[in-house]
């Protein structure tokens, strides 16, 4: 069966192509299953991660990031910076420039006034476009010639690559959206099912929420590209029948962010069919130390800077704290191939990665048991830690999640064994991680002396993330509790590290920033990060090119995907 | 009619249905209902045999029994020369227009989804060859006979009343000119006043086409009314068998006494002063009857041997039997087989 | 029986709209919000945004009239364009979903044949396998095909389908590899070969929900056997001298059959509706599925309209019932 219908799939796609796109198309069908199906196929009415990783089948931007965050040139002829004079000294515009000959699959050619178009189409007030937050500050976008495209802001954008950079922000066909700017979006259903791209795959059928058909893009501008003449894109299900479907029974190819237990990944790998490949992005699993101090006692005032925590404001016990854990006992329990130990809370792109923490990966009781020795911290009768009446007894929250509280069990364990006490509490995700101000076990409260989550941010630019410890951004009764600095850590150098990435365009400046402000928050242990969480997903062994990517679209070399013969 | 030279149609010996109890997890037999232990008749033809008894005697299964809609345990049946007592349902089929039967509740008894004509029309189908015409004929011909108009034949049996769909029922056993039918209580769900043109008409039936009645009936009244002879049962057994007259005029078994003792006599002054022999207790279960005479828990002249050996049916005189000790002067030493008939 | 078929239908017109009123409302109080399951990076204010776009600023009952609107005139209009090729003209706006922003009208066009093709043969499949063995098990009752198949039923009955579903896509797709674990909406039959292909597709979903079927009509099937052949008319049956045969099949089989074509009847609606579950675990993406990414995804025109249509199909349905019941049994009568 699976012969035939790649011999079929070979001559339909001979037919289609002409003499001199001989490779294109020539391995058949290539078969991928995400277990979300795709509702639409126009990422711009939707901001899910199915639905922008299946248009990127089909629509592309100026520019993608790589896998290691880099951004790649795609539709654009190279990226602008202020280096090379594409991105103004101001830092208020930036020009880009079409790659020359592209053409929509439809033969039309691409120009800038496609782009021109796609800004209009998100921006317009009424659309309900839902990444009209890439086009933020954007002040106007105009064509300056057939392939150049100038972008304009009003105010100064150090990062100006949100327009038309990455799945989220693609180009569209201006001719085929021309009647579905603002409320007439919705009704474009065949262009919103099967928009016209310049990606290497071109929609044949779409079906909500179920199958997309896909075939090779005759005008994709690479003649000998894609290697697949066919694409399946089969929705639904759930994680594990996905698995199952590539690494257990091969029916289909790849198969989208597996998240299992490790040992259910281990035991369909172990099948042979298949392969799990893994790749990390910036979430962190980590515990953040509470800097003031939660007493109830203190009523109003607790949990706000005006009371320093008894004992984790000494940098010595955060640090013992730190030295106790063992992440990569965590890894292999928690997360398998999905997550690998990490000692920076910004552990991602590449540039931006510290090395300066890396001693936390091995676990060191001792010494930090010599830590807290040395400190004045003293053993008790009772086995906990005391100094002037303070003992070391901890209040550990998380959200209710089987992998947390495995890890909770095990970091206090740990923790006893450098003598601080610890009690678990868990509260219900949707209370945790909910935000309402009247409920006191929200994570911003946080009412306990360390809590425990995940947290990561959109794109590979860590300038907002970063901002996130800054004094003013801890939650307080003032803020309605509101606010990202949950640890309440509050040092005018790190405001001063922010506010001079705010106004630095230069990339690898703001690399020295970021990681400065990064190694800070590391060396003064107000953060204990434990787990770099990346993103699995699987393919047959029979398809070759695919590199997992986390910073833009899975399938976004999909052009390269081949199959790989006599295996 | 019940002159010795007449012959029996119907000669039953030894009659047993059990039906066994099964219990336990494995369903194992612990037991038997013995709802028919061991009776022995004959019914002559032309006449009426009345069967009568308290509910849960065993009259029914009994009729059922004769008939063969049960798979009987022991005994033999012989109806017309034929013994039908192990002969298979399906080699029974061809003679099953011989005998009929009425059933007691004719709105449960009448195939709900069938049209007057289809019931009674049906065994005609499966036992002759009839033309469309003749068939219709014939079913005409059997509602007039019952007294049912021939406009009904398309009508369903809800269409009708109680005593119309008792007459529905009659037509259908007449269907296959039957020799012997089983009348099980055939008026007992009907209106008073409907009973008697019920009653009546099996009357004038019987004498029209020389019908053979076993009618089985708790109504002591209705029984002298009809029957020719009457047998009495008690919890499985026919302890009393005698022409009607006889048995009415001067009952020999003591639970036939007291039977008839409960029967209201029309006329006042009499009623008065009769005798009521009234029975205590409840009728034992028939699953584990007691040893010796099935009556011996209730009966008011009971003696010892009664809880000891079971009493022998035996004609006390021409034409009268009865099963009880008090009539043993005869042959001091009863034998403990029941049944034995001279 | 016509006039009272006319006299329901008419009747169904006021409870229909009551019930879509009720839909509405319960939607509407129900905590669910099209935008919940965008990614945390997308900020607040977009979701507003996007909220306002699909109509969440305009007031209840505004909203209630613009889907009657789209729903009871502007689908119909649409229905009779397409079949008569007319055009009415005018501008009119179907009922769209907000997950897809497609018309929900068509998305339950496409997802039919599949729920049919499955769910609808795993119903038959199940009746054809119900009615014998309830028979069967009714006329031999207590007997060991009466106990094998009251266990049967009880499994069939008491163990959930993607129990059943995933224990056999492990056994038949994974370790004997003859059945695909994932089911191709988009496969057309067009030769045998593909019709075979349709067939092993079908057999594990088909099989898991037809073993919940049967389960299910069969032990109404034994129950109402039971029920009439310990009547008194079986035994008259019996008496005139009938075949077994025919007592069984003709007297007791046809009485018997009543309740249980009316069971079957009203079970029919449900078949529209899907098997949620057996859906997600073959990936047969048919209406189930849809109406459960729907809830998910707080689509509430689909979910308004797919309930309302579940409706429509059950008050439809329980009328087809009520029918069969006059026209199987001579005893109703409904004039």
Not at chain 2, 141 to 166: C, I, K, T, W
Not at chain 2, 273 to 301: A, E, M, Y
Not at chain 3, 8 to 32: E, G
Request: aromatic fraction near 10%; proline fraction near 6%.
């Amino acid at each position: 069966m699976r012969l035939t219908k790649i011999l079929l799939g070979a001559v339909a796609a001979m037919a289609m192509s002409s003499a001199a796109q001989a490779e294109r198309g020539a391995d058949g069908q290539v078969n991928i299953i995400y277990w979300q199906a795709p509702s639409t196929m126009n990422p711009y009415l939707s901001g899910g991660t199915k639905e922008l990783e299946a248009a990127s089948l089909v629509l592309e931007p100026l520019a993608r990031y790589d896998q290691d965050g880099n951004m790649v040139p795609f539709l654009a002829e190279d990226v602008p910076t202020v280096a090379n004079g594409g991105v103004s000294a101001d830092l208020t515009t930036i020009t880009w420039k079409l790659k020359e000959g592209l053409k929509w699959a439809d033969g039309s050619a691409v120009t800038a006034a496609d782009a021109v178009f796609t800004w209009k189409y998100c921006s317009h007030p009424e659309g309900g476009c839902a990444q009209s937050e890439k086009y933020n500050d954007v002040t106007g976008v105009e064509a300056v010639d057939d392939r150049t495209i100038k972008v304009t802001f009003g105010v100064s954008k150090p990062f100006p690559y949100g327009p038309f950079v990455g799945a989220q922000a693609p180009l569209i066909q201006a001719a085929q959206f021309a009647n579905c700017l603002g409320a007439k979006a919705p009704e474009c259903t065949d262009a919103n099912f099967g928009p016209i791209g310049t990606g290497p795959f071109a929609v044949t059928d779409f079906r909500p929420n179920d199958v997309i058909s896909l075939e090779a893009n005759s005008n994709y501008r690479d003649p000998a590209k894609p290697a697949f003449a066919k694409v399946t894109f089969k929705g639904g299900g759930d994680a594990a029948a996905a698995g199952r479907s590539v690494l257990e029974t091969g029916e289909f190819d790849y198969a989208w962010n597996l998240q299992l237990a490790p040992d259910v990944l281990a035991n369909m790998q172990a099948a042979g069919k298949g392969t799990v490949v893994s790749s990390f992005g910036t979430l962190v699993e980590r515990i953040m130390i509470n800097m003031t101090n939660p007493d109830p006692a203190l009523g109003d005032e607790r949990a706000t800077a005006k009371h320093a925590h008894p004992f984790l404001s000494d940098m010595a016990v955060r640090k013992a704290l730190s030295m106790a854990v063992d992440r990569k006992l965590l890894v292999e329990i928690g997360y398998g191939d999905a997550g690998r130990p990490t000692c920076n809370v910004l552990p991602a792109p590449e540039i931006y990665k510290s090395s300066a923490n890396d001693a936390c990966l091995v676990q060191d009781i001792e010494s930090a048991k010599k830590l807290l020795d040395d400190a004045g911290w003293v053993a008790g009768g009772d086995g906990v830690r005391a100094k002037d009446g303070k003992r070391l007894s901890i209040l550990f929250q998380s959200s209710t999640n089987a992998v947390r509280q495995d890890f909770q069990a095990l970091i206090k364990q740990w923790w006893s064994d450098i003598g601080v006490e610890t009690e678990l509490r868990n509260i219900d995700a949707s209370v945790f991680f909910g935000g309402d101000p009247a409920s006191p076990d929200t994570f911003q409260k946080f009412f306990a002396d360390v809590e425990m989550y995940a947290n990561n941010f959109d794109g590979t630019d860590p300038e907002s993330y970063m901002a996130n410890w800054e004094c003013k951004q801890a939650p307080r009764p003032e803020t309605q509790w509101q606010g990202n600095n949950m640890p309440r850590y509050c040092n005018a150098d790190y405001d001063a590290l922010v506010a001079e990435m705010a106004k630095t365009g230069d990339l690898n400046e703001r690399a020295r920033l970021a990681k400065a402000m990064n190694d800070k928050l590391m060396q003064e242990y107000i953060i204990l990060p434990l787990v770099d969480r990346g993103r699995v997903s699987a393919h047959s062994n029979t398809l070759g090119g695919v590199v997992l990517n986390t910073w833009d679209s899975e399938l976004w070399n999909a052009a390269d995907w081949h199959r790989v013969k006599s295996q | 009619m019940t002159e010795a030279t007449a012959k029996p149609l119907v000669q039953v010996r030894g009659l047993k249905m059990h039906f066994p109890i099964h219990a336990g997890l494995f369903q194992r037999h612990v037991g038997d209902v013995k709802a028919v232990d061991d009776i022995s008749l004959d019914i002559l033809e032309g006449e009426t045999l009345g069967l009568v008894g308290e509910s849960g005697c065993g009259k029914s299964t009994a009729g059922r029994s004769v008939l063969r809609l049960y798979d009987i345990t022991d005994g033999s049946i012989i109806i017309d020369g034929t013994d039908i007592s192990s002969v298979d349902q399906d080699s029974l089929r061809g003679f099953r227009p011989r005998m009929q039967m009425i059933f007691q509740d004719p709105q449960a008894s009448l195939n709900p989804r069938m049209t007057l004509a289809d019931i009674i029309g049906e065994p005609l189908d499966e036992h002759e060859r009839l033309s469309k015409g003749q068939r219709l004929g014939r079913i005409y011909e059997l509602m007039d006979a019952v007294g049912l108009n021939r406009e009904f034949a398309n009508r369903y049996p809800h269409e009708f009343s109680g005593g119309q769909r008792q007459r529905i029922g009659i037509a259908r056993a007449l269907a296959l000119n039957p020799k012997f039918i089983v009348c099980d209580e055939p008026i007992a769900a009907l209106d008073v006043s409907i009973q008697a043109q019920v009653v009546n008409l099996l009357e004038d039936l019987q004498k029209q086409f020389g019908l053979t009645y076993l009618f089985i009936s708790h109504d002591l009244s209705m029984i002298r009314h009809i029957a020719t002879r009457v047998a009495v049962m008690y919890l499985g057994k026919i302890v009393e068998l005698a022409p009607r007259d006889a048995l009415y005029a001067e009952p020999k078994h003591p639970y036939t006494q007291a039977l008839l003792s409960a029967v209201p006599e029309p006329d006042p002054a009499r009623e008065a002063d009769r005798k009521h022999i009234i029975l205590t207790g409840d009728v034992p279960s028939p699953s584990n009857p007691p040893d010796g005479c099935n009556f011996c828990t209730r009966c008011p002249k009971v003696m010892d041997i009664c809880r000891r050996i079971e009493p022998v049916f035996q004609e006390l005189d021409p034409g009268r039997y009865a099963a009880c000790h008090l009539f043993d002067t005869k042959n001091t030493t009863a034998e403990p087989t029941a049944g034995t008939r001279t | 029986m016509f006039n009272y078929t006319i006299r329901r239908l008419f009747l169904a017109i006021p409870t229909l709209f009551f019930i879509s009123l009720i839909i509405f409302l319960l939607l509407d109080l129900a905590p669910s919000d099209p935008t919940a399951n965008l990614p945390l990076t997308i900020p607040p204010e977009v979701r507003e945004k996007i909220r306002q776009s699909l109509g969440l600023g305009e007031p209840i009952h505004i909203r209630y009239l613009l889907w009657c609107k789209q729903f009871f005139i502007n689908e119909p209009l649409n229905i009779m364009e397409q079949w008569f090729g007319w055009d009415i003209a005018g501008d009119r706006l179907r009922v769209l979903s907000w997950q897809t922003r497609s018309p929900v009208v068509d998305l339950i066009v496409q997802r039919t044949p599949q729920t049919l093709w499955v769910v609808g043969m795993s119903y038959v499949v199940g009746v054809l396998i119900a009615l014998p063995i309830g028979i069967i098990s009714a006329y031999r009752q207590y007997s060991w095909f009466d106990q094998v198949g009251t266990f049967i039923s009880m499994i069939g009955f008491s163990v959930p389908t993607f129990f059943t579903g995933v224990l056999m896509i492990v056994v038949f797709s994974v370790w004997l590899g003859w059945f695909p674990s994932i089911y191709d909406t988009t496969h057309q039959v067009t030769d045998w070969a593909s019709f075979w292909q349709q067939i092993r597709q079908m057999v594990m979903p088909v099989a898991v929900l037809a073993l919940f079927n049967a389960a299910q009509i069969s032990r109404f099937m034994r129950a109402s056997m039971l029920d009439n052949l310990n009547q008194d008319y079986v035994r008259t049956a019996r008496a005139k001298g009938l075949g077994e045969r025919t007592v069984v099949l003709v007297h007791v089989l046809r009485n018997s059959l009543i309740p249980v074509v009316t069971v079957i009847a009203l079970g029919v609606p449900q078949v529209f509706g899907g098997a949620i579950i057996t859906e997600q675990v073959f990936k047969v993406n048919g209406l189930g599925q849809l109406l459960i990414i729907s809830i998910q995804g707080g689509d509430l025109p689909t979910v308004q309209t797919l309930t309302f249509i579940f409706a429509f199909l059950i008050v439809l349905f329980n009328l087809i019932a009520d029918v069969l019941y006059g026209v199987l049994d001579p005893r109703i009568r409904y004039d």
